[in-house]
């Protein structure tokens, strides 16, 4: 796979640089056991998330103050069974995707449900992402195509689905890393670029990522690598190994996390998976990593340790869940600066 | 090869939840014979309390970000001790935040006798060889069967769970 990344020595060193901490309102409704995803509406203004146990979609405001909760149990109208995907746009709609039911559910910022139409009813792959995102009206997702099962690099990466649940397109390759990859993982982390249009994918557990213009839908950029902390496992990972056995060979291993950009640099959220994750699934528990990279030449930057989960960015700011205490639920806001 | 859609959704997302949530393994074997003192202690280490008894004891043990079976079975055995006047059910939660704890009890209407674990010393104590399990404890403190929680919750599987492995 070629030599790790070295750090760019013209380059200046970057660090991160505290703007803002933003407590959530938590009440007893709230677990606090929230996806490491979070959204942000276009507009700023919300933070939105799903929990872990309850699937359901909670929306706070920029200032930590709780706003709603979208969704309820059971399979009623606004019913939510699994959720898998959602996001937010421009408007204020909320699309959220139910595995469970196979249904895509809009609504808005106050919970009352939109609209709801069944998709990935038939079609001939299934769903990878755990972030799908808002693409012109649609929905951007990515996927595995049934017959490439076995041969991921062969498959297509991406769909766009139209809300009426029909599918637009399919566009994409896996990443070729698929071919070496010895964890067989086909989740994609994707992060899409309204201003550039441009589609920024990672497969979680390579260290490459792939930019796709959204115009032509054509991969334009082929980055990233192995960077100085990254490292795979030393053997196959069978998925359907005994838990035990897949613990200790994934133990100080790497997986990508998330994508994210900023108007210079693109951002990889590398994890480093600990023992003591394994037993408590206490997220801060892994070895977080930040892996950047330039926008324009995408040549490496630098790695920068972080204490915490980053979960999103956003108009060049980076939103970490600094404390997952329920009591005191902390957002960290930052900026990347060079260091002095 | 070829599965429903919905399962296959399953599939693709079952490599993480598998490590998110506890699964099975079916060499439980050394975990019989861990004696019931090493588990009394335990107890005695999270509770901050001097004895718990776990003599004729179902014992749950289950980490707060369990997924939707684990937490079904918990609510069958809250259901089930309700009319239990033989059987104790108590219950471990694998969880840094008191907070989360208990509102995870409050949501599920959870009344069995509940402690809370917040550094997994139980996995580092090696009592198990993983999470989510049910232990039962006969009249005499001995284990009887370790299972994973989360697969059924009913009768029969209560009966099963008080044989002899």
Redesign the interface.
Same mark, same amino acid.
């Given at each position: 796979m070629g030599c790790a990344n070295k750090e760019n020595s013209n380059s200046p060193q970057l660090a991160l640089n505290k703007i803002n901490s933003i407590v959530l309102e938590?009440g007893?409704?709230? =677990?606090?056991?929230f996806h490491e995803h979070m959204k942000i509406s276009p507009d700023g203004e919300y933070f939105i998330f799903t929990d872990?146990?309850?699937n359901k979609v909670f929306v706070f405001t920029k200032n930590g103050s709780f706003h709603s909760v979208l969704g309820e149990g059971g399979r009623g109208p606004k019913g939510l069974i699994q959720v898998?995907g959602f996001d937010v746009n421009q408007n204020n709609e909320v699309f959220i995707f139910d595995?469970?039911q196979?249904l895509m559910k809009l609504f808005d910022l106050e919970g009352e449900l939109l609209h709801t139409v069944g998709m =990935?009813?038939?079609?001939p792959f299934?769903?990878?992402a755990f972030g799908m995102e808002w693409y012109d009206g649609k929905v951007l997702t990515s996927i595995?195509e049934?017959e490439f099962?076995n041969e991921t690099h062969q498959s297509n990466l991406m769909a766009i689905m139209n809300m009426d649940g029909s599918l637009d397109t399919l566009f994409g390759t896996h990443d070729p890393f698929t071919k070496v990859d010895n964890? =067989?993982?086909?989740?994609s982390e994707i992060a899409y670029d309204v201003r550039n249009n441009e589609l920024i994918t990672n497969l979680e557990s390579s260290p490459y990522y792939q930019v796709f213009d959204m115009e032509t839908l054509e991969q334009v950029a082929y980055g990233g690598g192995p960077s100085e902390s990254y490292a795979k496992p030393d053997s196959d990972v069978d998925?359907y190994a005994?838990?035990?056995v897949? =613990?200790k060979k994934?133990t100080d291993t790497s997986g990508m996390a998330h994508i994210f950009f900023t108007d210079r640099y693109i951002i990889q959220h590398m994890q480093i998976l600990t023992e003591?994750w394994?037993?408590?699934?206490?997220q801060n528990a892994k070895k977080n990593i930040l892996i950047l990279h330039d926008r324009d030449t995408h040549q490496f930057i630098q790695e920068i340790p972080i204490e915490s989960i980053i979960v999103g960015a956003q108009d060049n700011r980076l939103y970490f869940f600094e404390d997952?205490?329920?009591?005191n639920y902390t957002i960290g806001v930052y900026e990347i600066i060079e260091a002095e | 090869m070829r599965l429903l859609k919905l399962n296959k959704i399953y599939v693709l997302v079952a490599f993480l939840l598998v490590i998110i949530s506890g699964c099975k393994d079916n060499s439980y074997s050394a975990y019989y014979d861990k004696p019931l003192i090493e588990w009394e202690s335990y107890l005695s280490t999270i509770t901050e309390q001097e004895q718990i008894n776990l003599e004729n004891t179902v014992l749950l043990v289950l980490k707060s970000s369990e997924c939707s079976p684990a937490l079904a079975e918990l609510s069958w055995w809250n259901s089930f001790i309700q009319d239990q006047k033989n059987i104790k059910v108590k219950l471990i939660i694998i969880e840094k935040y008191a907070t989360t704890a208990r509102v995870l009890l409050n949501q599920e209407n959870i009344t069995i006798p509940s402690y809370r674990d917040s550094t997994a010393d139980i996995l580092e104590k090696d009592l198990l060889p993983s999470t989510s399990m049910k232990i039962y404890f006969d009249e005499k403190g001995n284990i009887v069967n370790i299972k994973s929680i989360g697969t059924t919750a009913n009768e029969k599987e209560f009966t099963d769970l008080l044989k002899y492995q």
């Open positions: 938590q007893d409704l709230l =677990f606090g056991k872990r146990i309850r898998v595995a469970s196979r =990935f009813e038939n079609t299934s769903v990878t595995l049934d099962l964890q =067989f993982s086909f989740f998925m005994p838990i035990s897949k =613990f994934l003591e394994f037993k408590t699934t206490d997952l205490n329920p009591d | -």
